[in-house]
Every structure is written in C-alpha cells, then in structure tokens.
C-alpha cells in the first residue's frame, strides 16, 4: 500500500477515531478544495463506533458524510470554492466540492472477515461491498467462507 501510494504520489491519511469528525473534516477539505489525491486508510481496529461505518458507507455512496459540515464551515467551503469557480449557486459549487471529493479520495478498507461483526456490518452497510473491490491476499479460513 505505502509503496503504491508512494508511486502515484498520493496521500497516505487516517484519523484517530477520538476526534472522528474532526479528522474527517480536514481530509474532506483537503482533498475537495486542495484536491490532493489522497488514500484514506481504515481499518476495523480503529472504529469505536457503529456511526464510523455508516459515515464510511455514506463516502462510497454518495463522495460525503451528511451534516458532516455546520452551515458555518460549509460556508466557508462555498466561498473557497467561489476563487475558481465563480459563477454558480451555492449548492451548485459544494456539488463541485463533493464531486472534487470523488475524484481525489480513495478509500482502503481494513478488515477480518472473521465473525460475527463483519457480517452484521455488510448487513447494516451493503455499500462496503457495493462499492468496493474486496482483496484478500492471505487465505480465508473455512469459517469466514461460509
């Protein structure tokens, strides 16, 4: 991973689950306005929370975390947005910077396929298999097959 990342000259990003939303933010804004490409890393170790999944999922959907922005920063993003794009509603130009984010972040998901809290995940989360491409690189065991 370090070393694809390396190649292609992206970003290597994670957060610490303690401040969830506030490292969510600073890389939602990093790559839509800075539009660095950038490769956000999660792992199921990291989630203290079911709400992790849900705004993870919600990424692969949609390119956004709903109501992850107050109308303050969200403001404030519309205006960043406004020095390249000027002409445009505000909804229009946050589209442009949750469109900016698609195109620059890229998710890699963590996770043991062993259990029952994966397979209650892919339940409650069907867009962490939708909206992936699942690689393995060790054997499963027979358990996580069935």
Known sequence: MTLSCFIL????????PRNWVDDLQKIMKQV?????????????????????????SNILN????PNLFNT???MK?????SNF???????EKFSYFVSKCKEH????????????????RIRMFPGIVNCTTIDWFLPWPNEALV
């Open 32 to 56: 839509g306005l800075d539009q660095k490409p950038s490769v956000f890393v999660f792992s199921d170790t990291q989630a203290k929370v079911e709400q992790n999944y849900e705004d993870i």
């Open 72 to 74: 303050e920063d969200r």
């Open 85 to 91: 794009m000027p002409i445009g509603t505000a909804n």
């Open 9 to 16: 000259q992206y970003q290597i990003l994670q957060v610490d």
């Open 105 to 120: 972040l890229h998710l890699m998901l963590f996770m043991s396929p062993v259990g029952e809290n994966f397979r209650r």
């Open 62 to 65: 949609n390119g956004e975390v």
């Open 77 to 81: 993003i519309i205006d960043e947005i």
